[in-house]
C-alpha cells in the first residue's frame, strides 16, 4: 500500500558511538538471523530470492574486505607492471590526500555535532 501523504519521523542519534553500538547490533543480528535461517541461501529451492539475500546479506560485507585485498595486489603487481603503479598513483594516492584533509578539517567533531542527514527544508 502507498499513502503520498504519509510523513516518516526518524529521530536522530545523539552521538556517533551509540550509532556505531545500534549498527553493530542490526549487524550482529542480521548476521545471527542468516545463519540460522542459511537453507534461504539454497538458489534450487528458493530462486532468485536466495540471490538477492546472498547479495544483500553477504556480498556487500565482503566488498570493503575485497577491496583492501585489490590494493594489496596492486602494490604487489607494481612492482613488475607500470599499468599498475599509474593506477596505485591515480587512486590509492588521492584518495589518501582526501582521507587526510578530513582529518585535518576536524572531520569527526563535525560529523559528531551534525547529529545526523538534514533534507531541504530541515530546520
Not at 92 to 119: F, K
Amino acid at each position: 500500500m502507498s499513502v503520498r501523504q504519509a510523513v516518516c519521523f526518524v529521530p536522530r542519534i545523539a552521538s556517533l558511538r551509540r550509532e556505531y553500538r545500534r549498527k553493530v547490533r542490526t549487524i550482529a543480528r542480521g548476521w545471527r538471523t542468516l545463519y540460522f535461517k542459511s537453507g534461504l541461501l539454497d538458489p534450487r529451492r528458493y530462486g532468485a530470492f536466495s540471490w538477492v539475500l546472498a547479495s544483500h546479506k553477504i556480498c556487500r560485507w565482503l566488498v570493503p574486505h575485497a577491496g583492501v585485498l585489490a590494493l594489496a595486489a596492486l602494490a604487489w603487481l607494481g612492482r613488475d607492471a607500470g599499468w599498475a603503479r599509474w593506477v596505485w598513483a591515480w587512486v590509492w594516492v588521492p584518495g589518501c590526500v582526501r582521507g587526510a584533509r578530513l582529518v585535518v578539517a576536524g572531520w569527526p567533531a563535525a560529523a559528531e555535532s551534525n547529529r545526523g542527514a538534514r533534507l531541504p527544508g530541515d530546520r
